[in-house]
Each structure stands twice: as C-alpha cells, then as structure tokens.
C-alpha cells in the first residue's frame, strides 16, 4: 500500500492512523499486504468505506450486503 501524503511508521504509532491505513488498504487497494478480517470486524462501525468496497467486505465477511433503502 502507497501512503503519498503521510509517514507510515508514525500513522502505526496511533489508533486513528492504523484505521486510516487500514480504510486506505480497503478502499485503494493492499497492495503486496493482506488485509485482516479480525481488525475489519473490530473496527467495522470505525471505517469510512467507499461504497463499492464496503459492498464487497460485507459479502466476503458476512455473507450478505444491505441495498441502498431508496432502491427499487
């Protein structure tokens, strides 16, 4: 995962930076690294998840995915 516009080993030092690495390798792309579904699940209700992603987590760890409300 390429972080352009942050220092990686100070992002890991705190919560909120390993949830904004974690929401960069959902929504971008892991790259060579593996995403965790334990930390996904533990910081589920955390995560600012682009829609089509979140989509995909929710089928892949789930099983299931909630359609938008106004869909017909």
């Known amino acids: 995962m390429f972080l352009w516009?942050?220092?990686?080993?100070e992002l890991e030092k705190t919560p909120g930076g390993r949830l904004l690495i974690l929401e960069r390798k959902i929504n971008?792309?892991?790259?060579?690294?593996?995403?965790?579904?334990?930390?996904v699940k533990?910081?589920?209700d955390k995560l600012?998840?682009?829609t089509?992603?979140?989509r995909l987590?929710?089928?892949l760890i789930?099983?299931?995915y909630n359609l938008p409300?106004?869909?017909k």
């Open 5 to 9: 516009d942050y220092d990686r080993k």
């Open 28 to 39: 971008y792309g892991p790259g060579d690294e593996k995403i965790k579904i334990s930390e």
């Open 42 to 44: 533990e910081n589920w």
């Open 48 to 50: 600012h998840l682009f």
């Open 52 to 54: 089509l992603p979140k």
């Open 57 to 59: 987590m929710e089928l």
């Open 62 to 64: 789930w099983g299931k």
């Open 69 to 71: 409300k106004n869909r």
